[in-house]
T-cell receptor
Framework: GEDVEQSLFLSVREGDSSVINCTYTDSSSTYLYWYKQEPGAGLQLLTYIFSNMDMKQDQRLTVLLNKKDKHLSLRIADTQTGDSAIYFCAERAGNNRKLIWGLGTSLAVNP | DAGVIQSPRHEVTEMGQEVTLRCKPISGHDYLFWYRQTMMRGLELLIYFNNNVPIDDSGMPEDRFSAKMPNASFSTLKIQPSEPRDSAVYFC?????????????FGQGTRLTVV
């Protein structure tokens, strides 16, 4: 079945770049998403990429998609303490509204 | 718009009691999703609606769980009877119909504790 995998924890120093990785299994994925969850809050969409793109940049965020390897990454440049949160990778296949979610990567930013 | 509104934010109940979680989606959104989040299983889709009609309830754990959407601005998730293993954060999300990325907007969640 469909599956999305992420590493569970990442720790970086303030000012460094963070790279959060995700792998997925469904080759028919159309959209891939990165959501952010801060403590005690719901999930918020950070960015997304359409499956015919390799890269998308949005200010400090860079998303890379390797469709051949089914690998997605999120790079956060100049990571700040406010970036500490759980980051979820999710995929959507076709016009299906159902998203398949990873377990989330908990990012800790140390001063 | 105030976003997706869920109530209550926290619920503590005794095993065997009925629990009702409520959700008001964003006005104009056609899709409504109920998720459950636990440390062990992550984020699980329980059920989703399109235009108030349940489309996929394959994620509903068992018959103790039921969800309704009587109109476009209100949905409930009911657990009867509740069990300690139902303790989790329950999220409601909504999105608009249409092509494109169709971002899902999440509520703040209801933290349910069954003792």
């Amino acid at each position: 079945g469909e599956d999305v995998e992420q590493s569970l924890f990442l720790s970086v120093r303030e000012g460094d770049s963070s790279v959060i990785n995700c792998t997925y299994t469904d080759s028919s994925s159309t959209y891939l998403y990165w959501y952010k969850q801060e403590p005690g809050a719901g999930l918020q969409l950070l960015t997304y990429i359409f499956s015919n793109m390799d890269m998308k940049q949005d200010q400090r965020l860079t998303v890379l998609l390797n469709k051949k390897d089914k690998h997605l990454s999120l790079r956060i440049a100049d990571t700040q303490t406010g970036d500490s949160a759980i980051y979820f990778c999710a995929e959507r296949a076709g016009n299906n509204r159902k998203l398949i979610w990873g377990l989330g990567t908990s990012l800790a930013v140390n001063p | 718009d105030a976003g997706v509104i869920q109530s209550p934010r926290h619920e503590v109940t005794e095993m065997g009691q009925e629990v009702t979680l409520r959700c008001k989606p964003i006005s104009g959104h056609d899709y409504l999703f109920w998720y459950r989040q636990t440390m062990m299983r992550g984020l699980e889709l329980l059920i989703y609606f399109n235009n108030n009609v349940p489309i996929d309830d394959s994620g509903m754990p068992e018959d103790r769980f039921s969800a309704k959407m009587p109109n476009a601005s209100f949905s409930t998730l009911k657990i009867q009877p509740s069990e300690p293993r139902d303790s989790a954060v329950y999220f409601c999300a909504s999105s608009k119909q249409g092509f494109g990325s169709t971002e899902a907007f999440f509520g703040q969640g209801t933290r349910l504790t069954v003792v």
